[in-house]
C-alpha cells in the first residue's frame, strides 16, 4: 500500500520555485500552439485483502466536484492560489466516472462486499456510497499532489446517513511533468481507497 505523506514538504521554499515557474511556463506553451494529443493515464485500483467484511449490496454513485474535476484534465494549483489545467498528460476518461470505478473495483479486489455496483446495475443495493471530489491536483506551491475525497453511506429505503468521513493523501512530486504528477496522484488516490473501503466495512 503507498504510503500518504501528510507532513509538510522537504522542499526548501527555493526549490519550489522552479516547480511553480514550470507550471506557468508549460500553460503558456499550451496557450500559444497546436499539440499533438495528450497521453492519457488511468488509475489504478488496490488489490489489497482486507479483514472483515460489508453486509449486504451497495451502490456507488459517480463521485460529484466542482467543474476543474469534472474532466479529463489534470488541475494544479499555483502558490497564489489560481487553478488551471496542466499541460503533457490527461485522464483516460471523465476524473468522476475513473475514480467511481476505481471505487467498485477496489470493493471487488477485496472480497469485502456481496455485490457492489453503479446504479442500475441489476443490484438490490442496501446501502449507498456518495461521494465528492474535493482536490485532485498538483499544488505546486508545497511540491506535493493533494487528493482529498469526502464519503457519505446512506441507507437504502429511509435516506439517513449511516456515517461520513473525509479522505485525504499527499504525495511529494518533483516537477510539474504531466506523467509524474499523474503518477503521483495514483499513488495517493491508492492510499485513499483502501481507506474507504476499510471505513465503509468498520464505520471508523
Known sequence: M???VFAESSLHPRARRPLAAALVSLGLAAAG???PPLP??????????????????LVVVEPVGIQPFESERIVAKDPAGTIS????AQWADRLPRL?????????ENSSRIRAVGRPGDGTTPTAQLTTEIR????????????????????AIGSGRIETARIFRARVPVGSANG??????????????LVDLVRWTGTGR
Not at 482536490?135 to 446512506?154: M, N, R, T
Not at 503518477?183 to 488516490?189: G, I, S, T, V
Open 33 to 35: 500552439c497546436s499539440s
Open 99 to 107: 475514480v467511481q470505478a476505481k471505487i467498485i473495483q477496489t470493493f
Open 85 to 88: 489545467y496542466l499541460g503533457g
Open 2 to 4: 503507498h504510503r500518504s
Open 135 to 154: 482536490s485532485f491536483q498538483l499544488d505546486a506551491g508545497a511540491g506535493e499532489v493533494e487528493v482529498e475525497i469526502s464519503a457519505k453511506l446512506i
Open 179 to 192: 506523467p509524474e504528477v499523474a503518477q503521483a496522484l495514483d499513488r495517493a488516490l491508492s492510499t485513499v
Open 40 to 57: 492519457a493515464f488511468d488509475l489504478t485500483a488496490p488489490r489489497e485483502a482486507l479483514r472483515g467484511g460489508v453486509r449486504g449490496q
